[in-house]
């Protein structure tokens, strides 16, 4: 079990969504310290006032997409707060647009935040919890790490990439016997308005819902928190099933291929 009481909490994206809805849970769970990046000043000065009444809140801004950012960032982190405890590796963006309709820029902006970041970021503060052999990294992947999906290609594959080095990154702790754990997510769409105008037949996730259980994942040490549980059966369908069939059903019988039709995003 890990104990957010007494907890230094650092968490990306955390001026929004469910990283805001993470960071209220943290606080009222009794962490010490939460530490909020976000690339929005309107984000981070709305969260604040929001959050202060529940405990001890910092933000900075940051661009996790540019490297020099983010280790500026953590060097004042460690300066100004001090060693985490809990990261959370939260933020994430996604165009959705067929491939061929991306532009370089779009592409290298989203494997940047969605692959690199995470990593980059975990380097910062990995080699302290190494130190005191105590922490937690959470690593927020999603179900599109383990489906392809028309108008998320470079999205899919940046959530594959995350979704690999967060599970390796894991065994590596657990054969150095290190305490210190890595819980990976693989949540559905989210109504966060990241994905507005997304259709589906399996529902849409609620933020609090999302919020809340990737908290207790952290608490009790999960390998990975998939939403819905039938996200965890997609490897099986995809190891017993032909292509075609697999394309048949996930595509015409569940959807998932046309989900992204409609979609508009966050404005």
């Not at 370089?104 to 995470?118: D, G, K, L, Y």
């Amino acid at each position: 079990m890990s104990t957010i009481k007494g907890q230094k909490v650092l968490i990306t994206g955390g001026g929004s969504g469910i990283g805001k809805l993470m960071g209220e849970l943290v606080l009222r769970k009794g962490a010490t310290q939460l530490v909020i990046w976000d690339i929005s000043p309107a984000n981070i000065e709305t969260t604040l006032k929001e959050l202060q009444p529940f405990g001890n809140v910092t933000a900075y801004q940051v661009d996790i997409s540019d490297l020099t950012q983010i280790q500026n960032a953590a060097e004042k982190v460690k300066k100004e707060i001090g060693k985490i405890d809990i990261l959370i590796n939260n933020a994430g963006i996604i165009v959705g647009k067929l491939f061929h309709e991306h532009s370089t820029e779009e592409i290298t902006r989203t494997m940047n935040i969605n692959a690199n970041a995470p990593m980059y970021i975990t380097q910062q503060f990995l080699s302290d919890m190494l130190a005191q052999n105590r922490g937690h990294i959470c690593n927020i992947a999603s179900s599109a790490g383990l489906i392809s999906n028309p108008k998320m290609s470079v999205y899919v594959s940046s959530k594959w990439a995350i979704l690999g080095w967060s599970d390796s990154l894991r065994i590596e702790m657990q054969q150095q016997k290190l305490n210190v754990h890595v819980t990976t997510v693989t949540p559905y769409y989210i109504s966060t308005g990241m994905f507005d105008g997304v259709r589906s037949i399996v529902p849409i996730l609620k933020p609090e819902k999302v919020a809340k259980k990737v908290i207790e994942g952290i608490e009790k040490n999960k390998i990975f928190v998939s939403m819905p549980w039938s996200v965890r059966f997609v490897r099986f369908g995809q190891a017993l099933m032909p292509i075609w069939l697999f394309d048949w059903f996930i595509g015409d019988v569940m959807g998932i291929y046309k989900t992204m039709q409609h979609f508009k995003g966050r404005k």
